[in-house]
């Protein structure tokens, strides 16, 4: 049993709708958008949640990544053939937690990854894992334990996943796995021109698609009470001052919902 340094975790699990939950488990999403800080490092099991996505939402979430993942040079993502409902599909090891701007001013890390971060809490994940077999099983909010008896039967089913661009984030304590948190890289905001990132019309157009998806879904499974509130892409105030056609209204929808909506991060 693999214990975590935070909280009264033993083996936590997020519960994400899809396709957000499989593009986490499949490497292809590397930084898990939240407007709440990771209580946890360490592994983080991840559950897809009972809706359907629909095929507009599967679409906008793909073009983004394949967007992002075009700036550095990756053209040939190939994505999950499928995307299950009310299963347990596999794990992530959280290994930090910053916020959005720290996060796009990262020069050590690639512009696509720096590109990812559109919420105010970043959750920095590595070494996806997936289940040969996905477990059925119902999802619940927050962060919380997996039943031992799930956990038990789940390890001994994980592979590792071949991500399309796996990347490394670098502690700033090695000796303290929770060095890497909220407020560690302020020395890195606004200090270089440089480091500024520039948001391309293309991008920006899949960004603001991904928005209006996430939105849908949002207002579709309002009130949905067994699923965390992560299906949606509100973004930064600085990354939402860059976007372009969208109005305040939509803004506001998507900024900071609270347990009981579905949209809060860029997933």
């Known amino acids: 049993?693999?214990?975590?340094?935070?909280?009264?975790?033993?083996?936590?699990?997020l519960t994400m709708h899809q396709p957000w939950a499989s593009l986490l488990v499949f490497g292809i999403k590397r930084v898990e958008g939240r407007s709440?800080?990771?209580?946890?490092?360490?592994?983080l099991w991840i559950h897809a949640a009972s809706k359907v996505p629909e095929p507009e939402t599967i679409k906008a979430m793909e073009d983004f990544?394949?967007?992002?993942?075009?700036?550095?040079?990756i053209k040939d993502l190939k994505f999950p053939d499928n995307y299950p409902t009310s299963r347990l599909i596999g794990c992530v090891e959280v290994v930090g937690c910053i916020t959005c701007e720290e996060?796009?001013?990262?020069?050590?890390?690639?512009?696509?990854?720096?590109l990812e971060g559109q919420t105010d809490y970043c959750w920095l994940c590595e070494q996806p894992q997936k289940l040969i077999i996905p477990f059925e099983m119902?999802?619940?909010q927050d962060v919380y334990n997996l039943e031992r008896k799930i956990y038990e039967a789940a390890v001994r089913g994980l592979r590792p996943v071949e991500a399309p661009y796996p990347v490394k984030f670098p502690l700033v304590d090695s000796q303290d796995p929770f060095s890497l948190k909220p407020g560690s890289l302020t020395c890195l905001s606004g200090t270089s021109k440089a480091s500024k990132l520039e948001i391309s019309s293309g991008l920006n157009n899949v960004i603001a698609g991904a928005r209006v998806a996430a939105t849908q879904f949002s207002k579709e499974?309002?009130?949905?009470?067994?699923?965390?509130?992560?299906?949606?892409?509100?973004v930064s105030s600085r990354t939402r001052n860059k976007l372009k056609g969208i109005t305040q209204n939509e803004e506001d929808v998507c900024h900071d919902a609270e347990p009981n909506s579905v949209t809060e991060d860029l997933k």
């Open 103 to 114: 996060l796009q001013n990262w020069e050590e890390l690639p512009e696509g990854v720096r």
């Open 138 to 140: 119902r999802g619940q």
């Open 1 to 13: 049993m693999r214990r975590n340094n935070g909280g009264n975790y033993t083996n936590p699990c």
């Open 65 to 73: 990544y394949k967007e992002i993942y075009a700036v550095n040079g």
């Open 221 to 234: 499974n309002k009130g949905d009470s067994s699923v965390d509130s992560d299906a949606g892409i509100p």
């Open 36 to 43: 709440w800080p990771s209580p946890i490092r360490g592994r």
